[in-house]
């Protein structure tokens, strides 16, 4: 496992009320599909570390001003798989 973490990407997102809306995407090749179905003019925002969903998830609502982030879900709150890592950091690598 990374000592600090995951890396998460922030997006903004124009909505079609002219409205910029938050996201919460994989910074790697596994992000791809979400990036893909930001609209046009989205932009990242921040970048910041996570070990597990729930961690990404409280984070990401904190920065968001969402609220508190709960769930029901146990294994939302399992790490992430050392081969998510792994990934990772050869895509940094690669770059």
């Known amino acids: 496992m990374s000592l600090r973490g995951y890396i ?3 997006w903004l997102c124009p909505s079609g009320h002219g409205e910029l809306l938050p996201s919460c995407i994989a910074f790697d090749p596994a992000g791809n599909a979400a990036r893909e179905l930001n609209e046009p003019g989205s932009f990242c925002i ?3 570390f996570a070990n597990s969903h729930f961690e990404a998830m409280q984070i990401y ?3 968001s001003d969402f609220g508190e982030y709960t769930t029901s879900e146990q294994q939302d709150h399992q790490p992430y798989p050392e081969s ?3 990934k990772q950091q050869n895509y940094l690598r690669s770059l």
């Open 8 to 10: 998460h990407e922030v």
């Open 84 to 86: 998510w890592y792994v």
């Open 46 to 48: 921040w970048l910041f």
């Open 61 to 63: 609502y904190q920065f």
